[in-house]
């Protein structure tokens, strides 16, 4: 069997740093028999060198269309809009199984080109666990954050920092606060738990036991709230507007699962994503809500370095991987969803 040809491609959105393999991991993956090619990137927290000096070809930014027909295109984040007709197997996290908007549209980008979207939220083990995330450094982040709005020391915009620089701002003399995270047994939840404790936080820890009958008022005692869920399925809010008509001390709400603009959205006290350039955003009640969806992207190096580990085994397995046959189960599936027209794929 021919070994697979991956294409890392640049990320266009200005504020991704991170990427799906260090130099490191590539390395591995071409003393394996993969080729590995890396687009140029100005932005990528390891700079193109490391790359190329691991073994990696590099070709420009934004080449990917031009690969051959067999490559798999790697990324993290949205693809740029054209071309119209994806005609690759794209791995990133295409965030079009839920009912996003846009989705019905990129699904039918790789319908009309004969491609496939391997997406990394559905490369899941036998047991239905992902298998590489970035959920730990995206709650750490996230709640991190939260801490810095709550004592007026959130920087506006943000800027990509270390975990030693952010965990000394956690550290910093502040007033001790009560901070709930909701989906704290997770590998996000663990991550905002972890930068709570750091900032000296009291934590109240829910998951699902806690969350099958809320205690909204038990909720809104606390100073922050952290939303670290990943909800599968259409839930019941855990907050809305009327809930924060009443006297209520929570002050901030730290969104990590980002799922505005679903059915799974659990928080309905806000309509659209928070960024960089305006991190937090206040809604009717006199909250401040936070909902970044890129946030380890602020600790990119940190980030990438666990993605890519967890990642990489499983890419060494291409074109002949158990886990890489659901992933393409799951796109089909979603494709054939929004019409009758998939040409399909070999994953």
């Avoid at 829910?206 to 606390?222: G, P, Q, S």
Wanted: net charge negative.
């Amino acid at each position: 069997m021919k070994a697979p040809h991956l294409v890392l491609r640049h990320e266009t959105r200005p504020t991704e740093r991170r990427a799906p393999l260090t130099p490191a991991t590539a390395a591995d993956l071409i003393r394996q028999g993969l080729a590995v090619a890396v687009e140029r990137s100005p932005q990528r927290v390891f700079p193109d060198e490391d790359y190329a000096a691991a073994g990696c070809s590099l070709v420009p930014a934004g080449s990917w269309p031009d690969a051959p027909d067999d490559a798999y295109v790697l990324g993290l984040k949205e693809l740029p809009r054209h071309p119209d007709a994806l005609r690759h197997r794209h791995i990133y996290f295409g965030h079009a199984y839920k009912g996003q908007p846009g989705a019905a549209d990129l699904l039918r980008r790789f319908t009309q080109g004969g491609g496939a979207l391997l997406d990394l939220e559905s490369l899941v083990d036998e047991h239905g666990r992902r298998v590489a995330a970035f959920g730990y450094w995206a709650g750490y982040t996230g709640a991190a954050l939260a801490v810095l709005r709550h004592g007026g020391e959130l920087p506006d915009p943000l800027t990509p920092t270390t975990r030693e620089a952010l965990e000394g701002a956690l550290k910093a003399g502040r007033e001790p606060l009560r901070a709930l995270v909701i989906g704290a047994l997770g590998r996000c939840g663990g991550g905002a738990v972890d930068a709570l404790t750091a900032a000296g936080a009291e934590v109240t820890r829910w998951d699902v036991a806690e969350t099958a009958n809320l205690d909204v008022r038990a909720l809104l005692d606390h100073d922050i709230l952290v939303n670290a869920v990943l909800a599968t399925g259409p839930i019941e809010p855990f907050l809305t507007p009327a809930a924060l008509r009443g006297p209520h001390r929570l002050s901030v709400v730290a969104d990590v699962t980002c799922d505005v603009g679903s059915p799974f959205h659990a928080l309905p006290i806000y309509h659209e994503t928070t960024t960089w350039q305006r991190p937090a955003h206040r809604v009717d009640g006199g909250l401040d809500v936070i909902a970044i969806d890129n946030l380890p992207s602020l600790l990119p190096r940190e980030a990438t370095a666990d993605f890519a580990a967890d990642l990489a085994p499983h890419l060494a397995l291409l074109g002949d991987g158990a886990i890489w046959r659901r992933c393409l189960t799951a796109f089909t599936t979603a494709a054939d969803r929004h019409g009758p027209h998939w040409k399909g794929s070999n994953a």
